[in-house]
């Protein structure tokens, strides 16, 4: 679809914005969404927030038009993404809605030098520093960070999601995502959760497949949560294997480190996280590159200071043990 076409169909009066932890992304659309899914949907997603208030002044903008085709582009110029496509495919919003994080992750890495990444982040219970872990899918950091708020007193910063930034040279975490999903793989293999779960009185969980998670809120469990800009002062990069006989501390190094670290500081900024998909998920195509060059800058500064700084490679038999160790380190700042 040419952008001669999408200027075609002009009759757009349905207007709001999505703030992602100050960036504002305005939406103007001629398909009126649903209030309630729109809610929904900001629940969903690492700090969003629904703003009616067109007073607002967006860092971007979504522009969806109503046709039996499908097509996205974005004109640089306006900061403005275009998407036209049917109301099937898009009317209830959630498709809209991660597009528009994407689209703010990439204006926050211009705007602010900071960047939406794939780890968990808790700050000490004591103290003004945080610690952030990172860890693939299913490698137990979700577990650690609930065992640290739990049973040491942390505050939780966020799970999974956590927005990291470098200011002359120290690294700062600011807000993630204010809950736990822990996955089934958990629930079977760690007393601790099975019995918070339990506690919680999560319904059938032997019944969930792996990639299920079960959603727990810390003020469920009495935990704090951190919403402050605070100096980064640990990094761990974790791993769970029960069939470790005892806990191993190292500094992580090599080629490895710094693919996986490239890869979680950029999956926001580069689309990889976010293709193309309709409200249930069908694949659509890639997602157009915005501010690509200064975006990747910001990612490489934070990536070379997260190097610089250090992290620690944890492969524990337990999260009880992992948790442990993290917490016991903290008092060595």
Known sequence: MSYENFESIQNRNFKYNIIFNEVSIKVDSEHEFQGGNLLDFANEITGAKINFDSSVLPDGIIEYLVSDDIGIEYDNNEKKLKIIGPVDLFGTGRAISYIAQYMAECFRAENSGRLLVHSAAV???????????????????????????????????????????EKNGTLITSIGNQWFDVRKTSFN????????LNYLKIDDPTKANWNTKFRIYPDSLGIEVSEKDLPLKKMFHIRIDGTQKKIHISPWKGIQRNLILHEYFGRHITG???????????YLGSLPLINTVMALKTRDRIVKTVMGQGV???FSPSSEEAAKYIAESGDEF
């Not at 990889?272 to 069908?282: L, R």
């Open 123 to 165: 700050k000490h219970p004591e103290q003004e520093k945080s610690y952030l872990m990172f860890g693939d899918k299913g490698s137990g950091k979700t577990t650690i960070a609930l065992r640290l708020c739990h049973q040491f007193g942390y505050d939780l910063i966020g799970n999974d999601q956590v927005i990291v930034g």
């Open 189 to 196: 293999s760690d007393p601790y959760v099975n019995n918070l």
């Open 272 to 282: 990889q996280s976010t293709p193309f998909q309709d409200d249930s998920g069908n």
């Open 312 to 314: 620690t490679e944890i």
